[in-house]
């Protein structure tokens, strides 16, 4: 049983900052990649944020410069530093992570943090 928690959003005036956070926790042997997207009141969801497991990462244009992805592999977390925020960066964020248990390849998503920037 693998659970994923998120946390980190709130309410944030443009151009500050947020740090949003992914736990995986169980019998997890390792993490392949993580992903987070987001989704806007109306809009369909899109990828923001990758990042592999040798560390390769990559942006949607959108963020690009903004945003930064990161993971600890010792504590099973993932990271979305978001710097510069505007106010169309407002949606529900989702970490999506591909792992390995027993043996067994399987992705798992969080419940999704809210992000509000206010102008």
């Known amino acids: 049983q693998v659970q994923l928690v998120e946390s980190g959003g709130g309410l944030v005036q443009a151009g500050g900052s947020l740090r949003l956070s992914c736990a995986a926790s169980?019998?997890?042997?390792?993490?392949?990649?993580v992903r987070w997207y987001r989704q806007a009141p109306g809009k369909q969801r899109e990828l923001v944020a990758a990042?592999?497991?040798?560390?390769?990462?990559d942006y949607a244009n959108s963020i690009k410069g903004r945003f930064t992805i990161s993971r600890d592999n010792a504590k099973n977390t993932a990271y979305l530093q978001m710097n510069s925020l505007k106010p169309e960066d407002t949606a529900v964020y989702y970490c999506?992570?591909?792992?390995?248990?027993?043996?067994?390849?399987?992705?798992?998503g969080g419940q999704g943090t809210q992000v509000t920037v206010s102008s």
């Open positions: 999506n992570v591909e792992l390995v248990v027993s043996g067994v390849r399987n992705i798992y």
């Open positions: 169980g019998s997890i042997s390792s993490i392949i990649a």
């Open positions: 990042i592999a497991g040798a560390g390769t990462t």
